[in-house]
């Protein structure tokens, strides 16, 4: 990481993209205090809760049980707080009577669930997620996000990692590009999807330029040009047209 300065401020929610290898995890890593800079400073204000790594702070050996009294202390739980949580983190996490099974014979799937669901049994002022919620289903990938977009209406400050443009857009209020260790880009959510997905196509020798749309958006354009797409919409009941799309509702194109 070189040159990588920015400031989130309480209640925001930001997502951080990038291609593998980018620098994204190390930047939470860092945030989180899990690894030190080795020059620069890291200010956060509150309790943090993250899910980096899956299963980070989980024994294999342990149950679901003892491993949420284990993690939850590391997360600044007292054992009675733990306690009283405990029937509510299980129901969360739906991973049934496994709770009192050894972490090693969980699905990765059951272990995120368990994760996530200690990690938010209490408000965070910060919540950090790096892609732990892509190994999961469709259904607790919703479940998960409802529960991040509560937490957002309560206060709570957000950094995301995420390639999911949907996820992005809908729950963040502005998005960071990493690319070789540096800041490429920082800005509206969309626009800076739209320039990470150029990116992408640009390693494909294809063409990447910016435009100012008639609304007044930054919009990326890539590709080799031998065909164009005059335009492409989803719309509402009301003939809007629409950025995001909720699970359920109603569209045409």
Do not use: W
Request: include cysteine; charged fraction near 25%.
């Amino acid at each position: 990481m070189q040159d990588v300065s920015f400031t989130v401020n309480a209640g925001e929610a930001v997502g951080i993209i990038g291609i593998n290898g980018a620098g994204k995890s190390t930047l939470l890593k860092m945030i989180t205090g899990t690894t030190e800079p080795t020059t620069g400073s890291v200010k956060v204000t509150g309790r943090v809760a993250a899910l980096l790594e899956l299963g980070m702070g989980f024994h294999p050996d342990f149950t679901g049980r003892q491993n949420v009294f284990m993690a939850g202390q590391l997360l600044g739980y007292s054992v009675e707080e733990i306690r009283a949580l405990m029937p509510e983190i299980t129901a969360f996490a739906e991973v049934g009577d496994y709770i009192d099974q050894p972490v090693r014979v969980y699905s990765s799937g059951m272990q995120m669930r368990l994760a996530f669901s200690l990690a938010t049994a209490r408000r965070p002022d910060v919540l950090i997620v790096d892609e732990a919620l892509s190994v999961g289903d469709t259904y607790f990938q919703h479940k998960s996000f409802d529960r991040i977009r509560e937490l957002r209406k309560q206060g709570t400050t957000l950094l995301i990692v995420s390639h999911d443009k949907s996820a992005i857009q809908s729950v963040c209020d502005r998005a960071i590009l990493i690319n070789e260790g540096k800041l490429s880009m920082e800005g509206e959510p969309e626009a800076v999807m739209d320039y990470y997905n150029a990116m992408i196509a640009e390693r494909e020798n294809e063409t990447v330029r910016q435009k100012i749309t008639g609304g007044g958006k930054v919009q990326t354009v890539s590709g080799s040009g031998e065909a164009t797409i005059e335009d492409v919409a989803l719309l509402n009941e009301k003939d809007e047209a629409l950025d995001v799309v909720n699970v359920g509702q109603p569209v045409k194109a």
